[in-house]
Each structure stands twice: as C-alpha cells, then as structure tokens.
C-alpha cells in the first residue's frame, strides 16, 4: 500500500528506539487483507531501527527473472493467487538464513498458510530467534471499504480478487494465525482505529 504524505511525516517523527530485555526482535504481521499490515510494519520497522521484509516485495522481485519458475509466479501474482506454500517459504528461508546475528526484522506477508506458519515457527526455534505476531483484526465490510477505496486511488489490480481473497484468508491464513496462537505469542490489535492510535497500541503491547 502507498503511504500518505500525512503518515510519511508521522514516521518521520519515531525516532530508533533500542529494545529492552524483554522485548523480542522479530515481529510478523497478519490479518485481513487491507487490515493495514504493511503500513504498520514500515512503522514499527522504522521506530525500532528494523530491517523489514516484504513478502509481496520479495515475490514481485522474484518473478522479474527470467525463469520458468518466476514467470509462473507473477502469473499467479497477476490472477491474485495463494501461492503454494514452498513459494514464500522457500524466501523466507533465503532472507532469514543470511541475517547476521541478532538483527531485528520486521516481516509483511509471511504465513499466509498453516504450513508456512509452522515451517517459520519451527525454523525461529531451532535458530534460537523467539518472535512476535501482531495480528490486526478488521470485520470483513471494513476489508470491503477499505479494499475499494484503495482501488480508485492506487489503481491495485489485484483488488478484484477481494471476495477471493477473504475466502483464502478464512481458508487458510485464520488457520495459520491459530497455529501461531497455540505456539508463540500473537498480539491481537484492533485494525479499525487510526494509523497513529494503532502505530500506539502496537508500541504498548511489545514492551
């Protein structure tokens, strides 16, 4: 999602804060497309002085090689597509294998499927990186408004999905986000206020 000249000018006012001993230095964000996730990681990412990790970045990337593997992902990117699980896990593991040491992240987009949530889980236990979900939580019409406003601003060809898109998301990634529920700590954040106010709550429920 673009982000507004006003919300540009609200991060540029977070300065880097050093994390405290009880805080972890990986967060994943999820939730309902529009819920708002990627702002929301840009921002944490930027106050905590974070590397953040788009999924749907690295995969747009991804499918701009010349390979018979990337052109049948940006099809299926094109179409608005789940793509099978091994497609982001198979990033996931390229990007987090080469951090070094203990580098916060902030990551966008990652585990949208059962299987993706317990491969990234069991793969942060045996490196020895706890980490955090922040799931932001919208009603579906809230998705819906969101969703068509965005078209007529950003022109996001893949908003026509949306109705598909909620599906998968009950289908599959409420799955995950239960998985995570069971097996890490998962903040659940009401997506419904305003940036800053959930830039705030996020900020609160991490220390």
């Keep these: 999602m673009l982000l507004s000249v006003f919300t540009l000018a609200f991060?540029?006012?977070?300065?880097?804060?050093?994390?405290?001993?009880?805080?972890d230095n990986t967060f994943i964000f999820t939730g309902r497309p529009g819920a708002g996730k990627g702002?929301?990681?840009?921002?944490?990412?930027?106050?905590?002085?974070?590397?953040?990790?788009?999924?749907?970045a690295e995969l747009r990337s991804f499918a701009t090689q010349d390979t018979p593997v990337a052109k049948k992902v940006k099809e299926e990117i094109d179409q608005g597509i789940l793509?099978?699980?091994?497609?982001?896990?198979?990033?996931?593991?390229?990007?987090?294998?080469?951090?070094k040491g203990d580098e916060p992240i902030v990551?966008?987009?990652?585990a949208?499927?059962?299987?993706e949530a317990r491969t990234i889980t069991k793969t942060f236990e045996w490196i020895g990186r706890p980490f955090t979900v922040i799931n932001l939580t919208?009603?579906?019409?809230?998705?819906?408004?969101?969703?068509?406003?965005r078209k007529q601003t950003e022109q996001r060809g893949d908003d026509e999905s949306v109705e598909r898109r909620l599906t998968e998301y009950e289908e599959h990634t409420a799955e995950a986000?239960?998985?995570?529920?069971?097996?890490?700590?998962?903040?659940?954040?009401d997506g419904t206020q305003t940036i800053e106010e959930i830039a705030e709550e996020i900020w609160k429920k991490i220390q």
């Design 112 to 115: 949208r499927k059962p299987l």
């Design 39 to 56: 702002t929301q990681a840009k921002i944490l990412a930027e106050k905590i002085n974070a590397k953040f990790i788009s999924a749907g």
């Design 11 to 23: 991060i540029a006012t977070l300065a880097p804060m050093q994390y405290t001993p009880c805080m």
């Design 83 to 99: 793509l099978p699980h091994w497609v982001p896990i198979y990033l996931f593991h390229s990007i987090v294998f080469a951090l």
């Design 138 to 149: 919208i009603p579906d019409e809230v998705v819906r408004e969101r969703i068509d406003a």
């Design 107 to 110: 990551l966008d987009g990652f």
């Design 177 to 189: 986000i239960k998985y995570f529920c069971e097996n890490t700590t998962v903040l659940d954040i």
